[in-house]
């Protein structure tokens, strides 16, 4: 069975695979030059959100 905690992600300029385990470590200025360069849809922020809320 797949692991809730990983999230697969391939939208235009992010692909990888996210580990929901850290949501709450990341600091995306400790690691970016703070340029935007894609954003996630509302449907897969939406999905993301649900399947955090099931650990807190």
Known sequence: AKSPLFIRIDNGKIHGTALLQHVRAVDPTKRSD???????????????????????
């Open 34 to 56: 703070g340029e935007v360069v894609a954003t996630l849809s509302q449907q897969e922020i939406s999905s993301i959100s649900t399947k955090v809320q099931q650990f807190f």
